[in-house]
């Protein structure tokens, strides 16, 4: 069984930044690719961006573009979330999600809240 385990959300100013980590562990485990999804309260769960675990390859929507970078830690099988430049908007939880083949994602973390304060 894979788990995912998020971390470093938080409290945090408008205007600050944040990083959040993303680990994956279990047997066996295959990772095509990784990605960052969040979901404020009474909206739908929104799409990030993601990562093709092979080779790096990092895409953002571009309504986080210039201020979210994503990254990962290949030995470390963890995935990173940069946020800088945070707005009150950008207040959800944010959930990390792995895909072991590109049909989608099988797996996901339990979510960690982020909160940005004015």
């Known amino acids: 069984q894979v788990q995912l385990v998020e971390s470093g959300g938080g409290l945090v100013q408008a205007g600050g930044s944040l990083r959040l980590s993303c680990a994956a562990s279990?047997?066996?485990?295959?990772?095509?690719?990784m990605g960052w999804f969040r979901q404020a309260q009474g909206k739908e769960r929104e799409f990030l961006g993601a990562i093709r675990w092979m080779n790096g390859g990092a895409v953002v929507v571009d309504s986080v573009k210039g201020r979210f970078t994503i990254s990962r830690d290949a030995a470390k099988n963890t995935l990173y979330l940069e946020m800088n430049s945070l707005k009150l908007e950008d207040t959800a939880v944010y959930y990390c999600?792995?895909?072991?083949?590109?049909?989608?994602?099988?797996?996901w973390g339990q979510g960690i809240q982020v909160t940005v304060s004015s």
């Open positions: 999600g792995l895909g072991a083949t590109r049909e989608g994602y099988d797996y």
């Open positions: 279990g047997r066996a485990l295959s990772i095509y690719g």
